[in-house]
C-alpha cells in the first residue's frame, strides 16, 4: 500500500471520528443556526458519506462532472431545506479543516520523503473541496431562481 493510499485509508478508517468532530463543531458554531436544529441523524450521515467514501472523491476515477452533479444538488437541496449560503460553505470549511487536523496525527508524514505525497493528497483534497464550494453554490443560485 503506498503512503497515499495509507493516509486516505486513515481518514476512512476514522470517518465516524471525524463525523463526530465535524457534528461537534457545526452544532455548537455560531454562524451556523440552521445545523443546531436540524436532524442530527441527517447531518452525521452527510458528513460520514464524505470521509468515509474520500478516496473515491479524490480518485482520478470520480470526475469534475460527477462532482458537479452530486454537489449542485447538494447546492439545491440545501437551498430548499433553508440553509443559508454561508452557513453550507462553512460546513464544507469545517469538513475540510476536521480532515486535516487529523492527517498529522497519523504519523505517516514524519518522514521526509513522505511529504510529497502529503502534499499531493492535500492538493488532491483542496481541488475536491474547491470544486464542491463551487458547484454546491451554482446550485444553491439555481435553486433561488427557481423561486
Do not use: C
Not at 443546531?36 to 470521509?51: G, I, N, P, Q
Amino acid at each position: 500500500m503506498t503512503l497515499l493510499e495509507q493516509l486516505v485509508a486513515l481518514i476512512e478508517d476514522n470517518a465516524d471520528e471525524l463525523t463526530q468532530k465535524w457534528m461537534d463543531v457545526v452544532r455548537t458554531h455560531p454562524d451556523m443556526p440552521t445545523y443546531h436544529t436540524y436532524s442530527e441523524d441527517k447531518l452525521y450521515e452527510r458528513a460520514f458519506s464524505v470521509y468515509s467514501q474520500l478516496s473515491k472523491w479524490l480518485s482520478k476515477e470520480t470526475s469534475k462532472e460527477e462532482i458537479q452533479e452530486i454537489y449542485f444538488n447538494l447546492g439545491k437541496q440545501r437551498r430548499e431545506e433553508g440553509f443559508s449560503l454561508s452557513e453550507i460553505i462553512l460546513a464544507l470549511i469545517i469538513t475540510r479543516r476536521v480532515l486535516w487536523l487529523k492527517v498529522p496525527k497519523g504519523d505517516l508524514l514524519e518522514d521526509v520523503s513522505n511529504l510529497h505525497l502529503g502534499l499531493q493528497l492535500s492538493n488532491n483534497t483542496i481541488l475536491f473541496f474547491d470544486r464542491a464550494t463551487f458547484f454546491t453554490t451554482q446550485g444553491y443560485e439555481a435553486a433561488l431562481a427557481e423561486e
